[in-house]
Nanobody
Framework: QVQLVESGGGLVQAGGSLRLSCAAS????????MGWFRQAQGEERELVAA????????YYRDSVKGRFTISRDNGKNTVYLQMNSLKPEDTAVYYC???????????????????WGQGTQVTVSS
């Protein structure tokens, strides 16, 4: 059974940084891409960043390009999201997710993801 456990959220001032971690278990981590999503109150869940299983390809939504970095350590079964220059509009619950199928490309569609963590709150004050 796949389990994803996020950590690293919190309250930070605008311009600050946070690093989120997501520890995965239940199936071979290096066989699957990973994604970080977020959901602000009253909004739909959206993909923030995604990484291929070998970390050779990444995807970022436009609003976080140049500020966020997704990475993974297949030896530790963990994916990270380094968030710099945070803005109040980054405030949301952040979720890591794993797609149901092993692909050679980055999964960018929410319906490709079957497994989700419990979420971690990120709050950026102005």
């Amino acid at each position: 059974q796949v389990q994803l456990v996020e950590s690293g959220g919190g309250l930070v001032q605008a311009g600050g940084s946070l690093r989120l971690s997501c520890a995965a278990s239940g199936r071979p981590f290096s066989d699957y891409g990973m994604g970080w999503f977020r959901q602000a109150q009253g909004e739909e869940r959206e993909l923030v960043a995604a990484i291929s299983r070998s970390a050779t390809t990444t995807y970022y939504r436009d609003s976080v390009k140049g500020r966020f970095t997704i990475s993974r350590d297949n030896g530790k079964n963990t994916v990270y999201l380094q968030m710099n220059s945070l803005k109040p509009e980054d405030t949301a619950v952040y979720y890591c997710a794993q797609p149901r199928r092993s692909r050679n490309y980055v999964s960018t569609q929410i319906n490709e993801y079957d497994y989700w963590g419990q979420g971690t709150q990120v709050t950026v004050s102005s």
